[in-house]
């Protein structure tokens, strides 16, 4: 089993976690294999590489996590733009994200078939990288180009997802890709960002429908054995950002697990096998553990802050080296988790 290691835990996105973020990031989106390819192919001409299907993304082991990975290398562009990186971070953009890379991204969706590829972990992302482009191109004039250029499948996924949203009964609650209130977290950021409205409104009604009523969360019953997201902990922060404050103490005081199950929330998980590319996915399990106490803190009983605060250090403490260092399985996507856990530009 591994064990906590004895590391600074970084204040915010310090310049030294950036700039190896950055590293990683360029190095995964420049690397195409191995790839994890989700593809319906309806004949053999469908049979080609993952770069002909995804020109925008692909490389970083699968096309999420080549979004997040341009995530990742945004948010750092716009948390440190005079970083030594920062022109080859704009000129990667430059040379990626074209109209006719995302022509192709456009037509991927739109053929037969794939009206629910990646959704809605892949939607909530790339609605994130868009509302992260929106903010970086106040800062950075450069970064107009590449918000503009990305708007149709951001303005396709939101599309997506309002079609969907009204007929998903019932959420998914997996600690995994297929996760709801995760994803709707991912996409209120830029539903708000654009003033979408009709977004707000339906992830606010989804969010109630789904989530309103429930008492006494089971934490217990969390982790799985591949998770890499809290459910409970996702949907209570989901909740909190569509509930004004007193009715939010109100949805906490009764959805909160008793204290012997909030403990399992409280204590970091143990990850045995870091090259197994699903037991690493506890440590995704863990910083995005530490983004949730992060964000709810707030909005919590003061009773519960010193509980809180040292659940975000312990967390962060087990989980942040594997985002930096480690096998490919987890690096390739640990780092967006790192920055999440880190980083309180949200």
């Known amino acids: 089993m591994d064990h906590v290691p004895a590391v600074g835990i970084p204040q915010g996105l310090d310049a030294a976690l950036a700039a190896r973020c950055v590293d990683l990031a360029l190095a995964n989106v420049a690397t195409d294999y191995p790839f994890h390819l989700v593809h319906l192919a309806r004949s053999d001409a469908d049979l080609v590489p993952p770069r002909e299907l995804h020109p925008l993304f692909h490389g970083s082991y699968d096309w999420h996590s080549c979004v997040h990975m341009h995530w990742t290398l945004a948010r750092c562009l716009r948390r440190h733009p005079q970083a030594d990186w920062a022109a080859a971070v704009c000129a990667h953009f430059d040379a990626r994200l074209t109209a006719a890379a995302v022509a192709q991204e456009l037509a991927y969706f739109a053929a037969a078939g794939r009206a629910s590829f990646e959704r809605p972990y892949g939607w909530g992302w790339l609605l994130k990288l868009q509302a992260e482009l929106i903010a970086l191109a106040a800062q950075r004039a450069a970064a107009a180009r590449w918000r503009d250029t990305l708007a149709p499948l951001a303005q396709r996924l939101a599309d997506r997802l309002l079609d969907y949203l009204p007929r998903a009964d019932y959420p998914v609650r997996a600690g995994t890709h297929g996760n709801s209130a995760f994803a709707l977290l991912l996409a209120l950021d830029y539903a708000r960002a654009t003033e979408h409205r009709a977004l707000v409104q339906a992830i606010g009604r989804r969010a109630h429908r789904w989530f309103g009523h429930d008492r006494h969360y089971p934490a217990q019953y969390e982790p799985s054995g591949d998770d890499f997201l809290s459910a409970g902990l996702c949907e209570a922060r989901l909740m909190m950002r569509v509930l004004d404050d007193c009715d939010y103490a109100d949805w906490w005081q009764a959805f909160a697990p008793p204290p012997?199950?909030?403990?399992?929330?409280?204590?970091?998980?143990?990850?045995?096998?870091?090259?197994?590319?699903?037991?690493?996915?506890?440590?995704?399990?863990?910083?995005?553990?530490?983004?949730?106490?992060?964000?709810?803190?707030?909005?919590?009983?003061?009773?519960?802050?010193?509980?809180?605060?040292?659940?975000?250090?312990?967390?962060?403490?087990?989980?942040?080296?594997?985002?930096?260092?480690?096998?490919?399985?987890?690096?390739?996507?640990?780092?967006?988790?790192?920055?999440?856990?880190?980083?309180?530009?949200?």
Do not use: E
């Open 260 to 346: 012997p199950a909030l403990a399992h929330w409280l204590a970091p998980v143990a990850v045995s096998d870091a090259a197994d590319p699903k037991i690493v996915h506890l440590h995704g399990l863990n910083l995005s553990r530490a983004w949730c106490w992060r964000g709810l803190r707030a909005a919590l009983p003061a009773a519960l802050h010193p509980a809180v605060d040292a659940a975000i250090a312990a967390h962060i403490g087990r989980s942040l080296p594997a985002a930096t260092d480690g096998d490919y399985v987890g690096t390739h996507w640990l780092a967006s988790f790192a920055l999440l856990a880190v980083d309180a530009a949200d």
